[in-house]
């Protein structure tokens, strides 16, 4: 309905319709949207299983305006479906409409935002407001939303015909009016070529492929015409020839275009004269013709389905269908066998995505499970064991051979507060009492801003003052991102399970570094998408077959070393100078390569 009305929803029909013995299945694709098609032609294309949407441009509205004094602010009454982007084909009557009397209250809106609306003004001498143009005109906006696919239009013709509409702003207390806007019954489409108005019945089908030619001769006895219409042209060679894209299809008896065809790569059109029998002429045509012209409008075609009747099966088909079947069902075997694997590997392993998601009883369990993975042993949900407590206890306790680990752990929308990491420092402190001893580290973990992917987080999610705090109170600071990617490094081989629960037990914040490494170089430049770049070391080895560690945003991974070249020549080995690099895997900007072991 877009600024003139409120927009009536209206579900598209998607029941299975039934006669008195008879079962008709709604076929899917092609959608259609029919507008003002006459309730007969509805009906029949219903019961052929087309998917239909019944539609209109809007009713006529006998306005009474009476005298010089008199106006009435109005809104359209079209009807489109909200999802028109989504429709195949849009068939079209121009000369069918209904009219109806002017109602006040169909007229208000029910609903409004904002402070200003629009409505039509319909003024003295207009006592017939017809919205069909500025629908049409609308009806434009919504094709034009068909983006990237091909669609048809088959528009019955009526004579053409502009209308001009003075819409008026609404506002507290005033009603501006907005000047004059003009438009024509065919608006629906970028360009019509639209000739004189004639009317006659004396019509001649054209050459065309048969099938079509055929169809047309059929019904032309009953047909008649409203509207001319002119071949277009374009410059080719410097000289005006046709344009190729349109085809007439019909002319009078004079020679002048009633029906054409206009086929560009995705939009097109068809123009039709009034047929009478609308219904089976639209029937045959969808089901006989338009298949073979625009296959991917219709993908369920059953034109020669009798083709697949046993009674027509060619040389050799049972048995290829035989196989087909086999392969099939052995493909859905292995198939239910791989979603079961992948069923298992989810919840085997959603603890992980749980560390990045969750908050409360679920994180914990999930760090349970995390920390179980490195193998810490007695690993306790101790705010669990204690909840009767009414102190304020750590979420989780690791007695280790030599100390005890108490860990605080929230998943929180932002970041953490001063407070939320010094929290388990209150804890620790009452924990050495108990034990006699200052054996306890205290560890405090967030998944942060848990409602963003986390690579748009604030990864560390730590200021520098939370940072030193920790420092001077001695216990540390992590994040579940960090965790998250943990797993990962320890399963490629870059730190071992011992080298991450040592880290654990780090001051400040945490970082999971691996042991050994020598800095490398920070690449100048990058080529071949991420596999190649350019290195200038000083007193490093570097052979190929040598595995570096690449390192971003805190981040490491493992890249080979597939090739050396020096001066485009390639090199077994090198220590000092500006290298190229060709590495098995790709890297980014401000990666980092480092190297394990004595330079």
Not at 149 to 156: A, G, H, M, P, T
Not at 211 to 235: G, M, R, V
């Amino acid at each position: 309905m877009g600024i003139f009305g409120d927009k009536k929803s209206k579900t598209e029909t998607r029941v299975v319709t039934k006669q008195v013995s008879e079962t008709i299945v709604q076929i899917e694709r092609p959608r259609i949207c029919c507008i003002d098609l006459s309730d007969e032609t509805i009906s029949a294309l219903k019961k052929s299983g087309a998917n239909v949407y019944n539609g209109t441009l809007g009713s006529k509205i006998r306005v009474p305006n009476n005298n010089r004094r008199e106006n009435h602010q109005l809104l359209l009454n079209f009807d489109f479906p909200q999802n028109l982007h989504e429709f195949d084909i849009i068939i079209l009557d121009l000369d069918n409409f209904r009219t109806i009397d002017y109602k006040p209250d169909e007229h208000v809106r029910t609903t409004h935002t904002g402070k200003t609306s629009l409505s039509l003004l319909s003024s003295y001498p207009e006592t017939l407001f017809d919205p069909r143009p500025i629908s049409s005109h609308i009806l434009r906006n919504y094709l034009h939303k068909i983006t990237n696919r091909k669609y048809l239009v088959i528009v019955f013709s009526s004579e053409s015909y502009e209308i001009e509409y003075e819409p008026v702003k609404i506002s507290e207390g005033s009603a501006e009016r907005q000047g004059i806007e003009k438009y024509n019954i065919y608006s629906f489409w970028n360009f019509v070529p639209i000739s004189e108005a004639k009317f006659g019945k004396e019509i001649t089908v054209g050459k065309m492929r048969n099938d079509l030619q055929t169809l047309l001769e059929k019904y032309k006895s009953e047909t008649t015409y409203n509207q001319t219409f002119h071949h277009p042209t374009k410059w080719t060679s410097d000289k005006r020839v046709e344009d190729e894209r349109y085809f007439p299809l019909v002319t009078n008896m004079n020679g002048d275009i009633v029906s054409y065809i206009e086929m560009n790569e995705n939009e097109n059109l068809i123009i039709l004269p009034q047929i009478k029998d609308k219904s089976n002429f639209i029937i045959e045509f969808l089901s006989k013709i338009a298949p073979s012209i625009y296959p991917e409008l219709f993908p369920f075609s059953t034109t020669f389905n009798w083709k697949e009747q046993e009674e027509y099966w060619l040389p050799k088909h049972s048995t290829l269908l035989d196989a087909k079947v086999k392969i099939q069902n052995e493909f859905e075997d292995k198939l239910a066998e791989s979603e079961k694997k992948i069923e298992d590997n989810l919840s085997k392993y959603s603890f992980l995505h749980e560390l990045i998601t969750e908050t409360g009883d679920s994180l914990v369990n999930a760090l349970i499970k995390f920390l179980k993975w490195l193998e810490f042993e007695n690993v306790e949900d101790f705010d669990e064991t204690n909840s009767k407590s009414n102190v304020l206890e750590e979420d989780i306790q690791v007695k280790l051979a030599d100390c005890l680990l108490i860990i605080e752990c929230k998943g929180v929308g932002g970041t953490s507060t001063d407070s939320d990491c010094s929290q388990i420092s209150k804890i620790k402190h009452r924990r050495c009492k108990e034990r006699g001893k200052f054996d306890v580290f205290a560890l405090y973990i967030v998944n942060h801003q848990r409602y963003l992917p986390p690579l748009k987080r604030q990864n560390p999610p730590f200021t520098q003052n939370q940072v030193q705090d920790a420092k001077n109170d001695e216990r540390g600071l992590l994040s579940t991102w960090q965790l998250f990617n943990l797993y990962f490094e320890i399963e490629n081989g870059i730190l071992t399970k011992e080298e991450a629960r040592n880290s654990i037990m780090q001051i400040g914040l945490i970082e999971f570094i691996p042991k050994g490494l020598n800095f490398v170089y920070e690449p100048t430049e990058i080529l071949n998408e991420g596999k190649v770049c350019i290195v200038t070391v000083e007193n490093v080895t570097l052979n190929i077959g040598d595995d570096l560690f690449a390192e971003k945003n805190g981040k490491y991974e493992k890249v080979k070393i597939m090739d050396i070249q020096d001066n485009g020549k390639s090199v077994k080995t090198v220590s000092t100078g500006e290298f190229g690099l060709k590495l098995n895997k790709k890297i980014g900007k401000k990666t980092t390569l480092w190297k394990k072991g004595s330079h």
